[in-house]
């Protein structure tokens, strides 16, 4: 299971960090990612990990604001956001798949629940 928090309501140009925790067994050879989806809209992909940390991809509008991490010892995945703007506000989901490619087009065989995050102009 995948338990995402840390989301809330900010201000343009504040930051927030969103974690998701991992349960129920070892996603330690997974990529890791977040998706979002706005109000009205369709969910997207932001970024991803791949299982070690070393390769990420990042979409483009949320590149040099948004660092994800992972932390394998805490089966946990995090995203920093920075500079957030009120186009960020969206549900935040973490996902999980075994293909770091699957993930970068947005598949995923493990989703968690999401956590708000509203961005405020």
């Known amino acids: 299971q995948l338990q995402a928090s840390g989301g809330g309501l900010v201000q343009t140009g504040g930051s927030l960090r969103l974690s998701c925790a991992v349960s129920?067994?070892?996603?330690?050879?997974?990529?890791l990612g977040w998706f979002r989806q706005a109000p009205g809209k369709e969910r997207e992909f932001v970024v991803c990990i791949n299982w070690s940390g070393v390769n990420t991809y990042y979409e483009d509008s949320v590149k040099g604001r948004f660092t994800i991490s992972r932390d394998n010892a805490k089966n946990a995945v995090y995203l920093q956001m920075n500079s957030l703007k009120p186009e960020d506000t969206a549900v935040y989901y973490c996902?999980?798949?075994?293909?770091?490619?699957?993930?970068?087009?947005?598949?995923?065989?493990?989703w968690g629940q999401g956590t708000q995050v509203t961005v405020s102009s």
């Open positions: 996902a999980a798949d075994t293909g770091f490619n699957l993930l970068r087009i947005g598949r995923a065989n493990y």
């Open positions: 129920g067994g070892t996603f330690n050879n997974y990529a």
